[in-house]
């Protein structure tokens, strides 16, 4: 599959050609259904938790003798039916996170780069530097392209300007080769590279280094 190569003007210079193995397989939708729900889970703190009424705080002395007085019987202040007394049932802390096969992780991480190529979210740009970082030359760039949507920009690692150029934009975030995974690639409208990431990316064999 090929793509264009487009200029900082937003012009065509040329063409690029995407590897089949990592663009062009067909999505598997259980692969990524599973992955983005590990990544989700593996993102909750799981730190939620609530006193029984073994926990609570006093309640060791029965409130009021078993018979006699017209009232329920109660033995503890501490009860779940008390105000103030122990949760049943509530939330312990826990780890959310299971475990996917790696080939089934990397099969995720392909179908998500394959249905972007599909839907055509995949816009490559020639290679530049900057020598100073301008959030406005940033902002140029995406407009040239014609990207007023979210946009994942995915960098060389030594772009430094360049990625500082592209950070504070709003819906714009900046990624390197190695930071790509599964549940990013499916949350942008658009995947800006330059094009020498995405020989990095291509180089690497599309390994998912996130999960």
């Known amino acids: 599959m090929k793509v264009p190569l487009k200029s900082l003007s937003g012009e065509e ?32 703190a799981g730190t939620a938790s609530t006193r029984t009424r073994k926990e609570v705080r006093g309640g ?6 078993q018979k006699g007085t017209g009232r329920a019987r109660a033995g503890s202040i501490r009860s779940p039916i008390w105000k103030g007394g122990g949760t049943v049932f509530g939330p312990k802390p826990r780890d959310y996170s299971f ?12 179908s998500a780069l394959s249905a972007a190529a599909s839907e055509d979210r995949i816009v490559v740009i020639e290679d530049f530097s900057m020598e100073t970082p301008s959030t406005r030359a940033g902002k140029e ?23 500082k150029s592209f950070r504070n934009l709003a819906k714009v975030e900046t990624f390197y080769p190695r ?23 291509q180089g690497s064999g599309g390994n998912e280094r996130s999960t």
């Open 99 to 110: 475990k996917v096969p790696k080939k089934l992780r990397r099969l995720a991480f392909r």
């Open 141 to 163: 760039i995406l407009e040239n392209l014609g990207l007023d949507h979210s946009v994942m920009v995915v960098l060389p690692p030594e772009e430094e300007n360049v990625e």
């Open 60 to 65: 060791g002395r029965k409130p009021w003798r």
């Open 179 to 201: 930071e790509l995974n599964t549940y990013d690639i499916l949350r942008f409208d658009s995947i800006l590279f330059m094009k020498r990431a995405l020989d990095v990316l």
């Open 13 to 44: 210079v040329g063409e690029v050609e995407l590897s089949d193995e990592l663009f062009g397989i067909k999505p598997n939708i259980h692969a990524m259904h599973m992955v983005v729900r590990l990544q989700r889970a593996q993102a909750r």
